[in-house]
């Protein structure tokens, strides 16, 4: 089955999902979390590590991991210890090897693989712009080879091939006649463990007739912002992203929109989460998703997760949501090794 298909499948049952789970989330505001502090069980940790996805630069995610950390605490009582992976596969061995309890940030691919390989709990899944799926965004530093129509601003940024009249994720795929033009060309994937950033764009470059290995000269930046710059400085003349990772190094490159152009989406995908270690208590877990639901719902809050991922605001999520991830998972395995 293509892609294409799979995610449609995904996209329904990540909605279904999020629609039908209950919200426990508490309407009174708090800006102090102080009202909703939980009383620990006996068989509580004192402390708990709170590991997070690099899906961005770094050091800045570490500055803004500490207000979520600090705010958590308040809610369970008990010590938070935020923590960057250096790399996707780090938060899942963190969590396999016991390293951390808590895990914030990871994509769909790393929610499968927290799962079926560290056992963890899936427990809540972000929300952006009201949506729970976002889509591959495919970008260029050469409009006039990707692009059929001259590229067209929105917002501060570059769009063509009809990604400019995109409502939402919903609307993808859009644009994928142009990936056949990618052969041959250096790409910049975000890390190997990365949904948007290398499973879905290396089968829909399989689908476009093209070896994501040996038919493109593969670069992995280590994050979203990273591979957007990398095509912004010419290190690559393709990139993949989550859409719209431009807006995070606008800081950096005020000109980013103009010079980084995007020329396609794919299907859409459900989006990131977090996860806690199967072998905490379960009181605790649930006292853990209840105070990230209550932290989403205050302005501080709001304003802490939207600095870390652009999180609007966190929902229940079913395993299920994630099934079409794993077969996609094992569709490129098995293309990768023929």
Not at 76 to 105: K, N, S
Not at 207 to 216: K, L, M, N, Q, R
């Amino acid at each position: 089955m293509k892609v294409g298909q799979w995610l449609a499948v995904l996209a329904t049952a990540a909605l279904v999902a999020a629609c039908g789970g209950d919200d426990d989330g508490n309407d009174d505001e708090s800006d102090d979390g102080a009202d909703s502090t939980t009383n620990g069980g006996e068989d509580w940790p004192d402390e708990l590590t709170l590991v997070f996805t690099p899906s961005s630069e770094a050091q800045q995610l570490v500055e803004d991991a500490g207000p979520l950390a600090e705010m958590l605490e308040e809610r369970i009582g008990v010590d938070i210890e935020p923590f960057v992976a250096t790399d996707y596969a780090g938060v899942i061995v963190a969590l396999e090897a016991g390293q951390a309890g808590i895990a914030g940030g990871l994509g769909p691919q790393q929610m499968v693989q927290a799962e079926n390989q560290a056992g963890a709990d899936l427990i809540l899944q972000s929300e952006r712009f009201g949506d729970v799926q976002y889509v591959t965004q495919w970008f260029t530093n050469d409009p006039d080879t990707y692009c059929d129509n001259n590229p067209i601003e929105v917002d501060g940024f570059l769009f063509c091939n009809g990604v400019e009249d995109a409502e939402g994720p919903g609307d993808g795929p859009i644009g994928e006649e142009a990936i056949p033009q990618v052969a041959g060309r250096a790409v910049a994937f975000v890390d190997q463990g990365s949904a948007s950033g290398h499973l879905v764009p290396s089968l829909q470059l399989f689908e476009a007739g093209i070896d994501p290995e040996s038919g493109v000269d593969p670069i992995f930046a280590g994050g979203h912002d990273n591979a957007v710059l990398a095509v912004y400085r010419g290190d690559a003349e393709v990139g993949v992203s989550f859409n719209d990772a431009r807006g995070d190094v606008v800081d950096q490159v005020d000109d980013i929109g103009e010079e980084v152009v995007v020329f396609a989406w794919s299907p859409p995908i459900p989006n990131d989460g977090f996860a806690v270690a199967s072998d905490i208590p379960e009181d605790l877990k649930q006292a853990i998703t209840d105070a990230l639901v209550d932290i989403a719902g205050t302005d501080e809050g709001h304003q802490v997760l939207n600095e870390l991922y652009n999180i609007d605001d966190l929902v229940p999520v079913d395993s299920a949501a994630y099934d079409p991830i794993r077969t996609l998972v094992d569709e490129l395995g098995q293309l990768l090794d023929e």
